[in-house]
């Protein structure tokens, strides 16, 4: 899940899956001249075991120079 709000990112970034193992963080053309920004993704690991656990992760994303 992009977790846009934390971001400073303005364009659209997608992921290529929103559920499974494995998804791409689609990123589009970003000017290189403009300040650094950040887009935050939201990462979770669910196991449907009893009890059922779930487990969560930020991956924060440097977009610039």
């Known amino acids: 899940m ?3 709000e934390a971001g400073t990112y303005q ?3 997608t992921l290529s899956r929103a559920q499974g193992k ?3 963080l689609v990123i589009p053309d970003s ?3 403009v300040s ?3 887009i935050h993704v939201i990462l979770s690991v ?3 075991g009893t009890p ?3 487990s969560y992760r930020r991956a924060v994303i440097r977009v610039g120079r």
């Open 36 to 38: 650094p920004s950040t």
């Open 46 to 48: 669910r196991e449907y």
């Open 2 to 4: 992009i977790y846009s």
């Open 22 to 24: 494995q998804t791409q």
């Open 31 to 33: 000017n290189p001249r």
């Open 11 to 13: 364009k659209l970034a």
């Open 52 to 54: 059922p656990l779930v």
